[in-house]
Every structure is written in C-alpha cells, then in structure tokens.
C-alpha cells in the first residue's frame, strides 16, 4: 500500500517537473521568436543593413540583461529601467550604434557606460577586444556577472569615471558613449586612433540631443551622421 502511494507521488512529482519544463521551455521559444521578430522589424525595417551587426542583436538575449519581471519587454521598441536611475537603451539605438562604430574583428573598442552590460555583449559579438567602464559599481557588479554567465567573460570591465576614458589600453579603433555629455570628452578624442569612430550623444541633460557620428581624419573628427536622441546623462566625475 505504502509504496503504491510512493509510486504514485513520484508520477505526480514527475508530471509537475515536465509541465514546469515545458511552460519554461515556451517562454523562452517566445523570447526567443520576439527577438527574431525586434530583428527584422525594428532593425532590418529601418536603417540596419551591417550583417554583422544583426548577427549580433539576434544572437544576444537582451531578456538576460533587464531586471526579471521586465523580460516580457525585452524585446520591445523602448528603453527599459535597469535600477540605479538607468537605463538600458532601445534596441535601435544599441544596433545603430554598433553599426556606426564600424567594428571589425579584432578592433579594439571602449564603450563608456556599462550599465546593463548588454551593449557590451553586442560588440562582444562582434570583437574579442571589448573594454567598458561604468561609474556606478552596483552595475559594474552586476554586468560582471551576467556577461561571465553568458559566455563574454573577455570583455573587460572597471569601475570608473568615462570622462577619463581607459589610457592604460589606448589608443581605441571605436569609442561608443551611452550617457550624453554636453560636450565632447577631450580624454576620449586623444584615446581614439587614427580612422577610429567616435558615437557619442551629445546635448544638455534632459533637453535636445544628438548622437553623432564621429571619425578621426588626420588627427581632426569629421562628423559622418547625426540622429537627435534622449540618453541618461554622463555624470561627470573626477576625470573631468
Ligand atoms: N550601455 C548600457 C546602458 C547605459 S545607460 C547598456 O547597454 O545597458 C548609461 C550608463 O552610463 C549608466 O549605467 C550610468 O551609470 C553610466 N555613466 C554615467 N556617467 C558615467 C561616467 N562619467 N563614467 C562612466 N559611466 C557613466
């Protein structure tokens, strides 16, 4: 008798474990196809032609990066609260960006603003020399982790002032800034190389800005595009 009530709990305990699996299993095929979907719609349907870069924004699951119970929106065309009072950009903007930075593999790329690490993943995607600073180290440790869990442990992090950029790993073939200054860090224009590209929102706190496209000819940034924008801002700290 007693084992017959045994047996039968472990098919109960079984069946639960399946549909947990399963329900699991489909929640993460319907993230799975809502990036698939963010890809085509939101990237392909505008402006984002660089193969490489929509490699990279398919590959990279943006639901890892945002806090649990905004997974459901991960894949939306908005930005998403990543705690701090920060933000994690539109996907839009991360593939424009990731487009405009020119990266080819073995580029040396600094991005100033961790924030959720996700960014980071994307250029990860796309070189194997990824460095990226963040101020607030709440988010350093937090990106830390969700970038070793996913396979980027190369990239490197530190906690930090942006305004300072990294000297010790300069100069950079791609500097990406994803908090908007008013004006442009002269720390970051002398770790940029020769040809490198600068992306960076440009503008006051709150009001108008712009993301510029930027690239170093003959020791003198050019602008090569422009898009008016809303980022958080660059907080300056002790390297400005
Ligand atoms: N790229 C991030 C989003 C960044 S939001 C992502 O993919 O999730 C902008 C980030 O810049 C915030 O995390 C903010 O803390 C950081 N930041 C602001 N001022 C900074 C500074 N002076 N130096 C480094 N990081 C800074």
Redesign the pocket.
Known sequence: MKWKIMLLLLVLAGALVALAWRLWAREDESLDAARARMVAGQLQGRDITDPRVLAAMGKVPRHR?VPGWLAPLAYADQPLP?G?G????QPYI?ALMSQWAEVRPGDKVL??????????AVLAELTDRVFS????PE?TREAQKTLLELGYGKVRLRT????AGWPEEAPFDAILV??AAPELPPALVAQLQENGRLVIPLGRAGGLQYLKKLRKVKGQLREEATLPVRF??????EGK
């Open positions: 990066f990543i701090q920060q933000t994690i950009s991360v991005e100033v603003g961790t924030g959720s690490g996700y960014q980071a600073i963040e101020l607030l988010l930090g002032d942006g305004y994803t908090a958080v801002p660059l907080v300056p700290g």
